[in-house]
């Protein structure tokens, strides 16, 4: 039961796409010929990937360039995951309204040229300003880019082929990226890691508009005040967390964001529970999966970019090594996600998402822990396997954590459930990296820092694991698919 279910929610028809039966499956030649729309969305969605991740090898480098304080590099890797994820509901309804094309067209344009504005910066202000533009494009074109992979392959078994492998691109993208950063530092400076993406984005715009297809529109009202409200709460609150220990965390001008973080989120969720057009359909919360679900991927991103970023400045501040021997050393504990990922497929399909969550969360809690004792002393074999076992243990919960948002959500919701999952991703990534700074900036001994910010992503990951062991469970969520796809 639990096979089919999972095979029905990952391979269901999207809307507007036509289900082909097997026999009219195109040819290997066909098949070949048609991966050039695939290589076409792939460039966006890797450059996007990319600068989630290569930013945080070039930190050092950033500040010694242009004289910027921690609270700045953090703002730099938050700045960019602040705008993403509040733009990504954004996103899907303007894709919805004017069209998955036209909106993918219109954030790739935004992001080369933030792009070009972040390789350009001559102060920290100016770079973080780029890099809110840069997640405003990336919100925009990201959600199209997965609705118009759907409308270009109407083949079920070509869509599943292609699916295959751009999960191997984007997870290829994220195992490399800090190797990547460290080589174009190296070699060319910071600011190539932003210019970079000028002629991969021209590229991916000229090829966009010669091979994507125009797909249906659908009236959809935007909500504009709901998701202002949600960019202004996830603003005041970075502001909290990164200028916190700048100003003061009794200073007023810290009282007063957090009064306004508590005041948009308590007036956004009543808006949500009572409005008559919420942003996300009220039948996702009807059973508690969904919200622990969603609970747990804010934890998982938590601890997984809250670690990247302090292992980037730990690996350079504490240990003197250059940007591309940090990228060299980051590669073995970044490239076990994507077998990992793969594992956890597997696991998924033969025992549901409860048992992969279960052990991945447990092994990412112990790992990190035992991290607590790194002092830049310890041997780096040591660090790099502690770090990957941690990680290979996320990259196994990953998958089944989304599995179980999706079983919850039917096909009714998919498209509301997964863009609810990403954004919450995100913000996990972007409170991990504020409150790993905060402890950087607040302390100034490599003991406490370590302790303390392995501790705090070690707390994540239980919590996600609490969550798992009380909500997640097999039976009550596929009770929950077959009540949503029978409409009750």
Known sequence: MLKRDIRMTSSSSMPGTTPVSVATAGSRGA??????????????????????????????????SLGTPLSTLVWVVDGYTLTFAAMLLVGGALADRFGARNIYLLGLLLFVIASLLCGAAANG???????????????????????LLTHVYEDARVRARMLGIWSAIVGGAAAVGPLVGGVLIHAFGWRSVFLINVPLGLLGLVMALRLLPAVER????????????????????????????VFGWLSWPILGALGTTLVTLVW??????????????RALFATPQFAAANGIGFMINFGVYGQLFFLSLFLQQARGSDALQTGLQLV???????????????????WGPRLPLRLGLTVGTVFCALLMALTPQTPYWMLAVGAAIANLGLSIAIPAMTTAVMQVAGKAHAN????????????????????????????????????LSYGFIATAYLVGLLLVLRYISAGSTHVAVDHVIAGE
């Open 125 to 147: 202000s100016m770079l973080v300003a780029a890099r809110l533009l840069q997640g405003i494009g990336a919100a925009f074109f990201m959600p199209s880019s997965l609705s």
């Open 31 to 64: 098949t070949r010929l048609s991966i050039l729309p695939l290589i076409t969305l792939a460039i966006g969605f890797v450059m996007a990937m990319l600068d989630v991740t290569v930013v945080n090898v070039g930190l050092s480098s950033i500040t010694q």
């Open 332 to 350: 073995p504990m970044m490239v076990v996600i994507f077998g990992g990922n793969l594992l956890s497929g597997r696991m998924t399909a033969h």
């Open 416 to 451: 509301s459930a997964a863009a609810a999952l990403n954004a919450n991703r995100q913000i996990g990534a972007l409170v991990g990296v504020a409150v790993v700074g905060a402890v950087m900036h607040t302390f100034s001994g490599w003991t406490a820092r370590v302790a």
């Open 268 to 281: 956004l969720v009543q808006r949500e529970r009572h409005g008559k057009t919420p942003l996300l359909p």
């Open 218 to 245: 659908h009236a959809r009202d935007l909500r504009i005040s709901s998701h202002l409200l949600g960019v202004l709460m996830l603003a005041s609150l970075s502001f909290v967390l990164i200028e916190g220990p």
